[in-house]
């Protein structure tokens, strides 16, 4: 973790005590950090609300090729959802970008897709405590249901999400 992370994480921490949540804030992007294993939702660059993650099985690393279970790093959008996931509700991250894309096909591999924001597979809320605090995706973030309903009703289509290592 670089000392610039490290500075976010703290004033995140500090300013998170003092900035309840205001329904009327807009979320304008959502920033992982990785090595943290947390979400935050911004708005012009101001703490809204942060989240705990699980990642991909393999997590430190940018993803590389389809089934490397690894969580992309970089900027991406997140540009639709899906009510009829197998996970409690999903948000598609538009995973592989043209840099994703050109580097798969220089090493000829398939860079893979389907990466989403998403709570626990169908069926197993009420399994939160074999979840919480493991990384068990394919490459996916994930988080509670109950994060993942307030993550679906804050964050519209067409916001840039951040993931950094």
């Known amino acids: 973790m670089n000392i610039t992370t490290i500075k976010f994480i703290v004033v995140a921490i500090a300013l998170s005590l003092f900035s309840p949540l205001s329904l009327a804030s807009k979320v304008d992007k959502v920033l992982v950090i990785k090595s943290a294993r947390t979400l935050y939702l911004l708005d012009n660059g101001r703490i809204l609300q942060k989240y705990d993650i699980s990642l991909g099985k393999r997590p430190e690393g940018h993803k590389k090729w389809e089934g490397d279970k690894r969580t992309p790093e970089g900027r991406y ?3 639709y959802r899906n009510p009829e996931s197998n996970f409690f509700r999903s ?3 538009n995973y ?5 894309l050109a580097y798969a096909n220089q090493k000829g591999y398939e860079p893979g897709g389907a990466i989403f924001i998403h709570g626990l ?3 197993k ?5 074999k979840y919480k605090g493991r990384d ?3 490459g996916c973030i994930a988080v509670l249901n109950d994060h993942m309903e307030e993550i679906w009703q804050l964050v519209p289509d067409g916001t840039e999400i951040e993931i950094r290592p």
Request: negative net charge; hydrophobic residues 25%; charged residues 25%.
């Open 136 to 138: 068990w995706t394919d």
């Open 96 to 100: 592989p970008n043209e840099q994703d």
């Open 125 to 129: 809320g009420h399994l939160e405590h």
């Open 77 to 79: 959008t997140l540009d």
């Open 121 to 123: 597979p169908n069926g």
């Open 91 to 93: 948000i598609h991250i």
